[in-house]
């Protein structure tokens, strides 16, 4: 598969049916897309459109032109693929993308009812991007900055996931804070995954390999990953799903962090599925809980 060509702030929409409301004029110098996906953007620079190649990109959606990419159902689950309509979800990045690749294969694989439609990233060259170009993932760059002065602005940046038509945001190590438009726009549908059992070692400043340092300074026991909805503020969104991973007497910061990202893997796809099954319960007090899949009266 043949990655998109783009610069800073790079989009590429599969969206064509409403391409009519803006100026072919205005676009056609301004892009090159496979047919039948054209981003609605009428107020893009050159410099936040992404070039492809239409005979090698697959964009995932409807009906892939690539077999290897057909979900699979590899979960034993005999509902498997009685809804039709997979969900599409936008991940945002700012490292390697490790919890970004893990949710994307598992959503080839099938274990996951939705496709990574677009990723968005604060940083162009990252791991995580990179992945993405080379999996035919179109990307985003969000905020324009000093630094960045052609990535998105926040109202161009909802503009760009309302035509990818995207179901839920997912952060997979995104260190920026959410912009509240975004959150209102996307209510109980915003899912960020930590590397601490939250409340504990959470907040601004805590990220990376900051957070395991904190954990083996402080003397706990336990670590473990949170994914929790995202709100306003930082990792104080409700929790979801949690891991518990022992914290050793002789624990390194790089060691425990490489035990908690091994369970980040697991749960984070696991929380991704149910929420792209519905199997989210909101509790009457707001904790939500998790559905199991074979069992609907098991709540976790």
């Not at 899912?191 to 083996?216: C, D, E, R």
Request: include cysteine; hydrophobic fraction near 35%.
């Amino acid at each position: 598969m043949e990655a998109a060509t783009l610069r800073f702030g790079s989009i590429c929409s599969p969206n064509q049916t409403k391409a009519s409301q803006f100026s072919q004029k205005r676009l056609k110098s301004r892009l090159s897309c496979p047919p039948n996906y054209l981003i609605q953007k009428n107020n893009l620079n050159s410099n936040q459109i992404s070039t492809v190649k239409p005979s090698r990109l697959d964009w995932r959606v409807g009906k892939s032109k690539c077999s290897s990419l057909e979900p699979k159902n590899t979960s034993g689950d005999a509902n498997f693929g009685k809804d039709p309509r997979r969900k599409k979800l936008a991940i945002f990045v700012s490292g390697g993308g490790s919890n970004f690749r893990s949710i994307h294969e598992a959503s080839i694989q099938g274990l996951v009812n939705g496709d990574v439609a677009v990723l968005v990233t604060d940083k162009p060259g990252c791991g995580g991007a990179v992945y993405a170009r080379n999996s035919g993932i179109p990307v985003i760059v969000f905020p324009k900055s000093k630094l960045i002065p052609d990535g998105l602005l926040t109202e161009e940046l909802l503009t760009v996931l309302r035509n990818f038509e995207i179901d839920f945001v997912l952060l997979a190590g995104f260190l920026k804070l959410i912009p509240v438009e975004l959150v209102q726009a996307y209510p109980k549908s915003i899912l960020n995954i930590h590397p601490s059992l939250l409340p504990a070692f959470g907040g601004k400043g805590y990220y990376g390999l900051k957070v395991h340092k904190a954990v083996i300074a402080s003397g706990a026991r336990y670590s473990g990953p949170t994914v929790h909805f995202v709100d306003e503020h930082y990792d104080t969104g409700r929790t979801l799903a949690q891991r518990i991973v022992p914290v050793l007497a002789n624990d390194t910061p790089e060691n425990l962090a490489a035990r908690v990202l091994h369970e980040e893997h697991q749960v984070y796809v696991e929380a991704v599925a149910a929420l792209c099954e519905d199997r989210i319960v909101w509790r009457e007090d707001g904790v939500p809980l998790i559905r199991s899949r074979t069992n609907p009266d098991e709540l976790s």
